[in-house]
């Protein structure tokens, strides 16, 4: 991928829009147009911030890489024929992460590239002649919410980042941009999402080709996941009780929130589109990224299918699910049946693992933010405060759904233990354990928690390794790990960069 922070401002926007009509994910990223001929009319504003949406497809389709793999959540089924990886993806998995790494570049990348079709949307809404203040909002909203996701992503990747909201004047200025601390990238992520939440309708004003689009409850969800990250627990509790008055409930069945069939449900906050069974461009694939090397169709459905066997679940996480929960089932499956009749105790997720029509090509959703998650987020919030007090009611809802019974009677550390065991098995394969584990524990903590996950992983691997050695520093969590480094491309590009300690 071309270093794209740096060279879209060169490139200009080239492409045109797409003719396909199908929901408002559906057009080539019309930022690729020339600028001086774009953003004129509400229709090529609508254009702009579906666009917006469209590049959020690029982002989720890796974050399993950075938010779980990093995490005692999912290793990998290693290829001993294929060592391809081994400084790519699986240095996510034993923290051997170095500034060239080449998933870190392309995640670097894609969000500035995303960010900088953003900032030049925004900048040109209010020019356009004819459009309502109403739609002018909204479209403000979207826009606000989509950048507020991509730096409230890169602040708890990388710490410290280049902070840029207007489009830069000239391209000589992508040199020169420093990072900016994470204070102020966490003013402008509260800033964005208190804009979104007042400028965007509610999610049940959404209908037809509009449904799944970024809501005021989208905005708040995110706001309070924020202000939890901050630790500023009175004002994510406040934040997150707006919420409940937004009309969200738990879908009675687990299974049924992810069901292809049920999108953008009553327990939907927000999710990326996909659409598969056609050859439109829009479908995801990610079950054919975590079946198991050598599955075949036993687990995707077409037996010419070539899984890849990442982001494979942990006998750590396998363990962590109650007897009874329902959820174990859903988001997880042991082990698979070959066309010889033959079970294969190599475990995968499940939760995106849905029938589809064209191989390749399916046509699950991926979620963000879900009403459970408010749900165990307000119950942590109250429960920072003072203890549990009322807290029991919301994580109980949850439980209550998985077919667990109620907890109560806990202490204020109980009850985080309890929180953060119900958030790894509620949220598991949503893009966010490594989150979780950076905002309940220190990094002294995070260093014996993980440290400890890999010494059992080496002494008896949830996979087996097909004969290929661990080296020395598999599975070593050093502390400043916790921390991605920034892509050495862009130190050499921007001297004002530094870079993170340890790397």
């Not at 309502?132 to 708890?156: C, H, M, P, T, W």
């Not at 991926?366 to 405060?385: C, F, G, H, K, T």
């Amino acid at each position: 991928m071309k270093n794209l922070h740096k060279l879209v401002i060169l490139m200009g926007f080239l492409a045109t829009a797409s003719s396909c009509k199908k929901s408002f994910l559906d057009l080539s990223d019309p930022t690729k147009k020339n600028a001086d001929q774009f953003y004129k009319t509400e229709e090529q504003i609508k254009q702009a911030v579906s666009g917006a949406y469209s590049s959020l497809q690029d982002h989720v389709n890796s974050q399993y890489i950075f938010a779980e793999m990093s995490s005692d959540n999912t290793t990998i089924q290693l290829n001993p024929s294929d060592r391809g990886q081994n400084d790519r993806v699986e240095a996510f998995e034993f923290w051997n992460l170095t500034a060239t790494n080449v998933n870190i570049a392309d995640l670097y990348n894609q969000s500035y590239n995303a960010l900088y079709n953003v900032n030049f949307a925004l900048s040109r809404i209010d020019g356009v002649a004819g459009m309502s203040d109403q739609k002018k909002a909204q479209y403000k909203g979207e826009l606000q919410f989509i950048r507020a996701y991509y730096y409230f992503n890169l602040v708890r990747y990388f710490g410290p980042v280049v902070l840029i909201t207007e489009p830069l004047a000239t391209s000589s200025d992508a040199f020169k941009t420093t990072r900016s601390s994470e204070a102020d990238v966490y003013a402008q992520i509260v800033k964005d999402l208190t804009g979104a939440s007042a400028n965007l309708p509610a999610k049940s004003e959404y209908a037809g080709d509009d449904i799944g689009r970024a809501s005021k409850g989208s905005a708040l969800g995110l706001l309070g996941k924020v202000y939890l990250t901050l630790k500023d627990y009175p004002k994510a509790e406040a934040t997150l009780r707006q919420v409940l008055g937004l009309g969200y409930s738990l879908v009675p069945v687990y299974a049924n929130v992810f069901d292809i069939n049920n999108k953008n449900n009553s327990e939907s906050l927000f999710e990326v589109q996909y659409q598969g069974g056609n050859a439109l461009g829009e479908w995801s694939s990610f079950i054919y990224i975590f079946a198991p090397r050598n599955s075949a169709g036993a687990v995707t459905g077409f037996s010419t299918s070539n899984p890849q066997g990442w982001n494979i679940p942990t006998k750590n996480l396998i363990g962590e699910f109650e007897a009874g929960d329902e959820r174990k089932s859903v988001a997880l499956k042991e082990g698979y049946t070959n066309a010889a009749g033959t079970f294969v105790p190599i475990p995968f997720v499940n939760k995106y693992n849905h029938p589809h029509t064209i191989e390749g090509r399916t046509d699950d959703n991926w979620p963000v933010l879900r009403y459970s998650d408010v749900l165990l987020m307000l119950a942590e919030a109250i429960n920072e405060q003072n203890g549990p007090g009322n807290a029991y009611t919301y994580i109980n809802q949850v439980r209550k759904r998985a077919g667990l019974g109620e907890i109560s009677g806990l202490s204020q550390e109980a009850f985080r233990t309890a929180i953060r065991h119900e958030r790894r098995v509620e949220l598991a394969f949503e893009n966010d354990r490594w989150f979780d584990l950076k905002r309940a524990y220190t990094n002294a903590q995070m260093v014996t928690l993980l440290n400890a996950h890999g010494q059992a992983e080496k002494a008896s691997p949830t996979v087996d390794r097909g004969g290929v050695p661990f080296i020395g520093n598999d599975y070593k969590f050093d502390g400043y790990e916790a921390l991605y480094p920034i892509p050495d491309r862009q130190l050499f590009l921007d001297k004002n960069l530094t870079q993170n300690p340890g790397y």
